[in-house]
């Protein structure tokens, strides 16, 4: 058995390594020198350390905080004040309302956008050019410009502090469109199509039998991205939620800083509360994340 | 590919061909009925459909984007209160006239200018030579572009407060390391310019990794033969750089110029938060207060509503006419080359 796994290789691996030892020569695909890893270690530490050093401020008491050198390393009161910092700034509802938040809007806008991008990739209308230059055009749009009229309609809906509030705005999305139709374009053939037609198939089975499953990883990667941005989001969940009822997290951990000598540490504890089920995320699906913003790039 | 594009069409654009069976002649008339009705049906459906799929995100643009966008203009040309937003006294364009004279609006269309500049300049070069490291044949790669992401998964409400402890006068550490090399305390919180570059800090910080992934991304769908062909002529690692790389790259580059010029001009968190008085003023003498800040400040802080959307549409503006001169620049450009 072994000698026919080892067999096979031999005559095919001496083309394809010669092909790499060419492309080597060439441009991008050289090897790297150690100034390039003593470079990339160096931007690596900065854009760890600030997220390291939340961690380190928040185990550490305010006096330690208040004093020169500042400290490098962890003190003992991390767990103690993640969970003040939880009790403080209602942390628990704030969590669930924030997943409640990011998770719809991020589900609405993949199922939104890959039927809208499906339509504008593979589908023949009157006016699609048109329609997608309108598409393209609003990601050029200020929210500013959004935030005032939309704060007196929920206002005016009795709306304010609460989660539709937030929802509904964030689901005009036209980076999924866009993001959606140019996946589509490429990844979904026209073959496929049109077998679907002629097996009688109707445009929402074809939507439902073969542009969900060709879209999938695309959308998968648009989930992602969607769901960061929700979370994140700032300004307008600070202007419709200040009531305190029920806030996201930001908002919880923007209300942290307030007052006139803040616990400099408990603000601490909750930007990591706060950022730590992204970094989780990010840990797990960084590759795919990676992949999914490169992949977005290029197309677009 | 053009071609076969052009084979899989003809169906769709006879309204359904597709399952095109010749009608059968000596069909009874009952079945054929059923048919015609069939394919009417079948023609609708594709005929309209596209509209149906379309149709949730204009629904919702119309609701959540352009109401709001043609109200905000409604209601620049009026004077109107956060406490009382239904009742809207006609003004004409006098919000915008009081903006002309407006020294705090001066003041934070520089500021939002000069952040704008020195946070997306050196981040796009940063940006730029790290994306052509990453291009090279890396151990753990992925770890680097995964690590450079996660201050994109970071809030900027995190960002901005754990930025505003670090950059502390008295116990910041990067104020202790500059003391480390002699150079005295800076107060980042209260000086124009120490301020300025501060607030920078976190846009950078936070949008580094972002774009090194998307300049790395147009980077490796270069052809290598560009490269080998450059090779073959004698030029340097530098100049393949220079005169292949940076081309090929031009309209990544103009995108995410756009996207950051956007970016710039709403700042809005991370000064709000950096403040140290926990205002929006943006510093004690506004040293920091951006358009997106000031627009908050009028219509949040003093309730002016009507003034704030002033604030907002002229933002568009400066938005629209920085987008018309970037898409001359890039004409000219490629024209030249």
Excluded: C
Excluded at chain 1, 200 to 222: C, E, I, K, N, T
Excluded at chain 2, 313 to 322: A, E, G
Aim: glycine share 8%.
């Amino acid at each position: 058995m072994t000698t026919t796994l080892t067999k096979p290789p031999t005559p095919e691996d001496a083309p394809t390594k010669r092909q790499g030892a060419k492309a080597g020569r060439a441009g991008g695909h050289m090897h790297a020198g150690p100034i390039a890893y003593i470079i990339l270690a160096l931007f690596t530490i900065g854009s760890l350390f600030p997220l390291v050093w939340t961690a380190i401020a928040a185990s550490r008491d305010n006096n330690r905080l208040a004093q020169t050198p500042p400290p490098f390393w962890f003190g003992g009161g991390l767990f103690d004040k993640l969970e003040l910092a939880w009790d403080n700034a209602n942390m628990g509802e704030a969590m669930v309302n924030t997943t409640l938040v990011a998770g719809t809007s991020a589900i609405t806008i993949v199922l939104l956008s890959t039927i809208a991008g499906f339509a504008f990739a593979k589908l023949r209308f009157r006016g699609r050019g048109a329609l997608l230059l309108i598409v393209i055009g609003t990601m050029m749009v200020p929210p500013q410009l959004m935030i005032i009229p939309l704060y007196m309609v929920v206002a005016e809906l009795g709306w304010t502090d609460q989660l539709q509030a937030v929802i509904l705005p964030s689901l005009v999305n036209a980076f999924g469109v866009f993001f959606m139709r140019q996946y589509l374009v490429q990844a979904l053939p026209d073959e496929v199509i049109e077998a679907a037609r002629v097996d009688g198939a109707s445009s929402w089975r074809v939507v439902w039998h073969v542009v969900f499953p060709a879209a999938r990883p695309a959308m998968a990667v648009l989930g992602m991205l969607m769901f960061v941005q929700t979370w994140n989001d700032f300004l307008w969940p600070f202007l419709v939620l200040t009531q305190t009822g029920s806030p996201t997290v930001q908002v919880a951990v923007a209300g942290l800083g307030r007052g006139f000598t803040p616990d400099q540490s408990l603000i601490m504890a909750g930007a990591l509360l706060g950022t730590l089920p992204l970094l989780i995320v990010f840990a797990i699906f960084g590759k795919q994340i990676v992949g999914g913003i490169m992949q977005g790039a290029v197309k677009g | 590919m053009s071609a076969r594009h052009d084979i899989a069409a003809p169906p769709a654009k006879e309204g359904g061909a597709a399952p095109a069976r010749p009608p059968a002649t000596k069909a009874p008339d009952a079945d054929k009925r059923r048919r015609d009705r069939l394919s009417r049906r079948w023609q609708r459906d594709l005929r309209w459909s596209p509209y149906a799929f379309v149709s949730p995100f204009f629904l919702l643009f119309l609701a959540f984007g352009l109401f709001p966008l043609i109200y905000t203009a409604w209601a620049s040309l009026h004077s109107v209160e956060l406490t009382a937003p239904n009742d809207m006294e006609w003004v004409g364009l006098r919000n915008y006239t009081r903006l002309l004279d407006d020294e705090f609006f001066w003041n934070a269309a520089q500021n939002t200018l000069t952040i704008g500049i020195i946070s997306t300049v050196p981040q796009l070069l940063m940006a730029m030579g790290l994306a052509h490291i990453l291009n090279y044949k890396l151990r753990a790669s992925t770890f680097y572009r995964v690590a450079m992401l996660a201050p994109y998964a970071t809030s900027i409400a995190a960002a901005s407060l754990v930025f505003v402890l670090l950059f502390g006068r008295d116990y910041g550490m990067i104020n202790w390391a500059l003391n480390a090399v002699g150079i005295d305390n800076i107060d980042w919180q209260n000086d124009k310019w120490p301020s300025q570059f501060a607030v920078s800090t976190i846009v950078i910080w936070r949008w580094t990794g972002y774009n090194t992934l998307i300049y790395l991304a147009a980077m490796q769908a270069i052809p290598q033969d560009l490269y080998e062909s450059a090779a073959l002529d004698g030029a340097s690692r530098w100049r393949q750089f220079i005169h292949v790389t940076l081309p090929s790259l031009r309209p990544t580059i103009l995108f995410t110029v756009v996207v950051s010029t956007i970016g710039a001009t709403q700042l809005f968190g991370e000064p709000l938060l950096f403040d140290p008085n926990k205002g929006a003023s943006g510093g004690p003498e506004h040293e920091f207060q951006t358009l997106g800040l000031y627009l908050y400040e009028q219509g949040w802080v003093n309730l002016h509503l009507g003034r704030a959307s002033a604030i907002a549409w002229s933002m568009f503006l400066i938005l629209i006419v920085i987008g018309v001169i970037n898409y001359v620049i890039s004409r000219r450009l490629r024209a030249s080359s």
